[in-house]
C-alpha cells in the first residue's frame, strides 16, 4: 500500500458513489486484494461455466490488474480481453501478465461498438455501473445478441447502503435482466459478511 486512507473511499463512501479509481490504482497496489482472488467461489464458477458451454472468448470488463483474466486463461486456454476504465491499472495488468490482451476503456462506449468475442463478462462492477444500468442492457441486447453475458457480483449482508433501490440480492438483480437466465450461483458462510454471486444468461438474437 502507498497511502494509508481506505481504498474503499476511493469507490463507494457514506452510501454514495465515488468512482475515482485511477487515483485508487495509483495510491495502491492490491485494491480487493486481487492478488489473492477474492470471492473464489464465484469466479471459479464463472471459469466452469465458459468450460460448459463451450465459450472460446470473452470480454472481462473491470479487469483490474489482470489476476482473473490470468486464471481465466491458465484454466480454459482463452485470451481474454481484460478491459479497465483506469490506465494505471491496465499497465499494471500488462505488467503481471504480458501475455494476456488489456486495453483502457469504459462499458458504455465499447458496448455501442462491435466486440469479437463470445462472452461478455461484468467482473464485480455491477455496483459501479448504475446510472447506465438501463442503457447498458438496451445495448447487450442491440449489439451483441446471442452472446453470453457472464455477471459476477458481491453482496453484503445487513450493511449495503448504496444501490438497494435497484437489488439487495441475486434474484432482484435477475429478476431485472431481460436475457435467458442459465445458471447461477450464491456462495456463502455463517462467517463470511458478503455473498459471492455469479449468473451467465444467453442474450437473446
Given amino acids: 500500500m ?9 469507490v463507494i463512501k457514506d452510501g ?17 486484494e486481487q492478488s489473492s482472488q477474492p470471492n473464489r467461489a464465484s469466479r471459479w464458477w464463472s471459469i466452469q461455466c465458459m468450460q460448459r458451454f ?11 490488474l ?5 486464471w481465466i486463461h491458465r484454466e480454459t486456454g482463452i485470451v481474454p480481453l481484460g478491459v ?10 500488462r505488467q503481471n501478465f504480458p501475455h494476456l490482451r488489456f486495453e483502457v476503456g469504459e462499458v458504455m462506449s465499447m458496448l455501442e ?8 463478462l461484468f467482473a464485480e462492477l455491477g455496483w459501479y ?28 449482508k445487513g ?26 450461483l450464491e456462495a456463502t458462510t455463517a462467517l463470511d459478511s458478503t455473498i459471492d454471486t455469479s449468473c451467465i444468461f444467453r442474450i437473446p438474437g
Fill in 2 to 10: 502507498k497511502d494509508t486512507k481506505d481504498y474503499h473511499d476511493f
Fill in 113 to 120: 461498438g462491435p466486440i469479437e468475442a463470445e462472452a461478455i
Fill in 159 to 184: 450493511s449495503q447502503r448504496y444501490g438497494t433501490e435497484w437489488f439487495t440480492d441475486l434474484d432482484g438483480y435477475i429478476a431485472r435482466i431481460p436475457f435467458e437466465l442459465l445458471g447461477r
Fill in 16 to 32: 454514495s458513489f465515488i468512482g475515482r479509481f485511477e487515483e485508487m490504482y495509483q495510491c495502491f497496489d492490491d485494491p480487493w
Fill in 54 to 64: 463451450g465459450i472460446r472468448s470473452v470480454v472481462e470488463f473491470g479487469c483490474g
Fill in 66 to 70: 489482470g489476476y482473473y483474466s490470468d
Fill in 129 to 156: 455501473i448504475l446510472d447506465d444500468f438501463a442503457r447498458i442492457l438496451e445495448l447487450l441486447r442491440e449489439r451483441h445478441a446471442g452472446k453470453y453475458f457472464i455477471n459476477n457480483l458481491v453482496f453484503y
Fill in 84 to 93: 479497465d476504465i483506469s490506465p494505471s491499472a491496465v499497465e499494471k495488468a
